[in-house]
């Protein structure tokens, strides 16, 4: 199942610094839900195994990702927002018609989302131009899990 609505959910906490400082740092992380509620419940599920000490959800806003790249590589440990624009024609008019869109592709670094990117876009129909590759703060993605007893509601209709 496909939701694709993304939400940023910034997690503010006391983090102890190399140097044994401890910081209140907020980092954002992006969550797969149906809603702000359900993001929120996720991301508390999510993160709540790695932190230790209190922790506070700071902000959640939807992120308009319409697309996500992910890459198993260990080094590919940063997210980049790339603005990809599709170049379709209008038939009446002749005039070219430009439609931006952002991709979230997980990365080495900025030669390696480019590639990464112009991989995911093979087999793309549409003529499409690289508008801009920025790395992101965003220090983990969590894409929507069915539970194993969740069933398509076609195979429970058969039942």
Same mark, same amino acid.
């Given at each position: ?18 140097? &044994?400082?401890? =910081? $209140?740092?907020?980092?954002p992380y992006l +969550?797969? @839900?149906?809603?702000?509620?359900? #993001? ?53 008019? &002749?005039?070219? =018609? $430009? ?5 979230? +592709?997980? @990365?080495?670094?900025?030669?390696? #989302? ?46």
């Amino acid at each position: 199942m496909l939701i694709n609505t993304w939400f940023e959910c910034k997690i503010r906490y006391e983090k102890t610094m190399e140097n &044994g400082m401890v =910081k $209140k740092v907020t980092e954002p992380y992006l +969550v797969e @839900a149906l809603s702000f509620t359900e #993001a929120e419940a996720r991301i508390i599920e999510e993160i709540s195994p790695f932190m230790t000490g209190e922790y506070t959800v700071a902000d959640i806003k939807r992120a308009n990702y319409s697309e996500l790249f992910p890459s198993e590589e260990e080094a590919a440990d940063r997210w980049f927002k790339c603005k990809v624009v599709f170049i379709t024609l209008d038939e009446k008019s &002749g005039a070219e =018609k $430009k439609t931006s869109t952002l991709i979230l +592709v997980q @990365a080495a670094d900025l030669r390696d #989302a480019v590639k990464k990117l112009d991989k995911g876009m093979e087999g793309t129909m549409a003529d499409y131009q690289i508008a801009s590759v920025a790395e992101t703060t965003i220090m983990d993605v969590y894409r929507y899990q069915a539970a194993s007893d969740d069933k398509p509601e076609m195979e429970q209709a058969s039942k």
